[in-house]
Structure formats: structure tokens, C-alpha cells
């Protein structure tokens, strides 16, 4: 909340905005603002999401709101996204199920669903995690570069069903030629060579420096240990050779893709 706080009033006064001024752009008023700049109020979704347009900070301000209201996030993982999106680069590798920053709206809207009928979220907890992720993905419009290597089996797990699926490998097809954007498969065939055998993510940070995710059923794990984190790229690299090239993969994606239009 703190962070919050002290973003906003640097925003702000790096547009050489009053918190008069910044009140009529928004269309709340110069002591709510004041308010939200000292930590004495809370600042709604709607005030930030304002904010963030009218002081053109790309979405920290939100960002930041939801790791302060991160009751609907997995432990750990608020402390995550600050981080990405800072980061210059991102490397993924996903065993289960396409990134979400990758993801099509139709497939991550599946996703959550499932888990609202599970009884393992509210409804409004699995909007608020779509709003995030709406929020995240505008990382694709930045200049990072993004590297996901996905194993085989994201692409033949068909979430949402066959048309949801198909517009998600739609999806990956079409971000495939972004010249930030690199999309490789790990086949099958790899095996127990496989390098890494759990979802992992490094983000490189403007300084240089390297961290780490990765996930346990019960929450998230920054990890920012040099050494740990030096393990994880190592591995990745390892992955990256051993993958299948960008355009053999872009060839596995569109012939599962179609696969799926034929006979799904």
C-alpha cells in the first residue's frame, strides 16, 4: 500500500500534475487523492485503473494495487509481478498449460471456470485473477523480449474444448511473429532428458540481475538466491538446444491447430 502510495505521487508529480489537476482527469476529488498519496485511504480499482490511463504509468498502479488486495492471488505470487513487469526479459517453460501472459481471453476464462465449479474459488476471485492477467499481458506490447519454451502436451490439452483451444493455438500462432516473441515446443520425445520437470520463470531486471519463479500447489516462490537462480538458467539453456527450432515449433502448433479444426 505504501509503494502505492509513493508511485502515485511520483506519477503524478512527473506530469507536473496538482492533485487538483489530477482530481478532474479522474473525476475524484483532491483530498481522496491526497488521501491515497499519504496512506491514510485505500484507493478503489476503478481510481487507479483511471490513474494509470491519465498518468500513462502502463498499468503499475495497478499492478501494484493487486499486490496489496492479492486475496485472490496464490501466496507469493504479488510478490511476483512487480517484477515482470520490470523485467527487460522472460523466459517460461510450462508443462501443463499455455502461460498466462500468452494466454487467449477464452482460455483463461476456461481455466478460471473450472475452478470456480470446483468450489476452489468465488466467482469474483476468478474475475478479479482475469482482470490481473489483462493487466500483465500488456507486457506484449513492450519492447521485452519473451522466450516460452512449452512442452507438447500444452498444445494436445484442450481447455475450454476443442474451439477454445483452436483459437488459443490460433493465438500463439499469431504472437509467433512478434519480433519480441519466441515460441519453442519441447517434444515428447525428449523424455526423462527433459532438463526441467516443474514450470520455472526468469525475468531479467533492468540492472542485469536475474530472478526466478516457480510453484507449488500451495503458493508461489520468488526465488533471488544468485546462485539458485544461475542453476535455473543453466537448465533452461540446456531446454532452449534441446527444444525443437522456432519454426519447426510454429509448424507443430499450426498442425495441432489444424488437427483440431478437422476432427475436434
Known amino acids: ?9 511520483r506519477s503524478r508529480e512527473g ?3 496538482t492533485q487538483v489537476e489530477l482530481g478532474k482527469l479522474v473525476r475524484y476529488s483532491n483530498v481522496y487523492i491526497s488521501n491515497v498519496e ?4 485505500a484507493p478503489s ?9 491519465h498518468l500513462g504509468t502502463d498499468g503499475a498502479l495497478t499492478l501494484l494495487w493487486w499486490s496489496w488486495k492479492n486475496g485472490a492471488l496464490i501466496p507469493g505470487f504479488a510478490e511476483y509481478t512487480p517484477k515482470e513487469r520490470k523485467a527487460i526479459a522472460i523466459r517460461l517453460f510450462e508443462t501443463d ?17 473450472a475452478i470456480v465449479r470446483r468450489g476452489e474459488a468465488t466467482k469474483a476471485q476468478a474475475e478479479e485473477r482475469l482482470s490481473l492477467l489483462a493487466v500483465r499481458q500488456r507486457k506484449l506490447d513492450q519492447p521485452a523480449a519473451i522466450h516460452a ?22 493465438h500463439l500462432e499469431r504472437l509467433s511473429e512478434r519480433p519480441n516473441v519466441l515460441l519453442q515446443v519441447a517434444p515428447y520425445r525428449l523424455a526423462e532428458d527433459r532438463p526441467l520437470s516443474h514450470a520455472v520463470t526468469l525475468l531479467t531486471l533492468p540492472n542485469r540481475t536475474m530472478v526466478g519463479y516457480t510453484e507449488t500447489l500451495q503458493r508461489g516462490y520468488l526465488e533471488q538466491d544468485a546462485e ?14 534441446d527444444a525443437l527450432s522456432r519454426a519447426d515449433s510454429l509448424a507443430v502448433i499450426r498442425e495441432v491447430r489444424k488437427e483440431l479444426e478437422t476432427h475436434g
Open 1 to 9: 500500500m505504501a509503494a502505492l502510495s509513493v508511485q502515485l505521487r
Open 38 to 41: 499519504t496512506a491514510k485511504q
Open 149 to 170: 519454451v512449452l512442452d507438447e502436451g500444452v498444445l494436445h490439452r484442450p481447455i475450454g474444448g476443442p474451439i477454445v483451444m483452436t483459437k488459443q493455438l490460433s
Open 15 to 17: 506530469r507536473n500534475l
Open 45 to 53: 480499482l476503478k481510481f487507479v485503473t483511471l490513474a494509470d490511463q
Open 228 to 241: 539458485t537462480v544461475a542453476g535455473w538458467a543453466g537448465k533452461y539453456d540446456r531446454l532452449q538446444v
Open 97 to 113: 498449460m499455455v502461460p498466462g501472459i500468452l494466454q487467449h481471453p477464452e482460455y483463461g476464462s476456461a481455466y478460471e471456470s
